[in-house]
């Protein structure tokens, strides 16, 4: 897959991801596909490591349950060969209270018979727990 169309690749997979439609969002992922969210699992339990094209989906009804989101756009993109790596700026509402959020995210994807089979991704996830949480952390005992 040449860059352009890994590009429009990574972008249309982003936008299934947005929709958290499983109809949507199954045809693109290798049927061996690892899946890493790296944060705090115990704020965010959607995090972690997942197998599986199953789990995947599970992954994404456990994020639609915490969020609503509104948008997930690409600040930048990199790609080469057959992976893509992109910084992202996430809008949603936590459905608890319907408190909008903002993160940045940042996406590391693999693909392997043009399928995505490997999915790395890292949050802000200090801002994000302060957002969820709804106040600032106290770090002044921490050091």
């Known amino acids: ?55 995947v989906l599970q992954v994404c009804s456990e994020i639609a349950d915490m969020i609503e989101l509104k948008e997930c756009v690409p600040e930048s993109m990199l790609v080469a060969g057959d992976q893509a790596a992109a910084l992202m700026r996430v809008n949603a509402l936590l459905r608890k209270n319907g408190k909008p959020i903002s993160l940045r995210l940042a996406q590391f994807i693999q693909l392997r ?11 802000d996830s200090f801002d994000a727990a302060e957002q969820v949480l709804g106040r600032a952390i106290d770090l002044t005992n921490a050091a």
């Open 1 to 55: 897959m040449n860059d352009d169309a890994l590009r429009g690749f990574a972008r249309a997979f982003c936008d299934a991801l947005t929709l958290r439609d499983p109809q949507r969002i199954a045809p693109y992922l290798h049927e061996d596909i690892d899946w890493t969210g790296f944060g705090p699992i115990d704020l965010f339990p959607f995090l972690g490591r997942r197998h599986s094209i199953r789990a």
């Open 113 to 123: 018979d043009g399928k995505v089979a490997s999915v790395r991704m890292m949050l």
